[in-house]
């Protein structure tokens, strides 16, 4: 079982910056596809991006596109998400996941395995 911890979360206010980092360990995380996930305040879980283990295929949320890029260094066993242009409606709980099968990341919590703890990401208007 993969264990993954997310970090880097923080509160900015509208327009800033983050890059969460999400370390996996005790899996196979160069052969995972890996997930980027959020839980806004009393919203459902939502896709926001993903990325395949050899970085073949990337997916964006529509949301998202543009302001946010996934990346990966399997050396290091970490997946990246890098937020630009915050709005006050990126406020979330994220959560990295890992999708053992390695191929296209899904748009759904469905297919992925793990899960960690989460970051709270706060963008102030």
């Known amino acids: 079982q993969v264990q993954l911890v997310e970090s880097g979360g923080g509160l900015v206010q509208t327009g800033g910056s983050l890059r969460l980092s999400c370390v996996a360990s005790g899996g196979t995380f160069g052969r995972d596809t890996m997930g980027w996930f959020r839980r806004p305040p009393g919203k459902e879980r939502e896709f926001v991006g993903g990325i395949s283990w050899r970085g073949t295929w990337i997916r964006y949320a529509d949301s998202v596109k543009g302001r946010f890029t996934i990346s990966r260094d399997n050396a290091k066993n970490t997946v990246y998400l890098q937020m630009n242009s915050l709005k006050p409606e990126d406020t979330a709980i994220y959560y990295c996941?890992?999708?053992?099968?390695?191929?296209?990341?899904?748009?759904?919590?469905?297919?992925?395995?793990?899960w960690g703890q989460g970051t709270q990401v706060t963008v102030s208007s």
């Open positions: 996941a890992a999708d053992r099968s390695g191929g296209p990341p899904g748009v759904t919590t469905v297919g992925y395995n793990d």
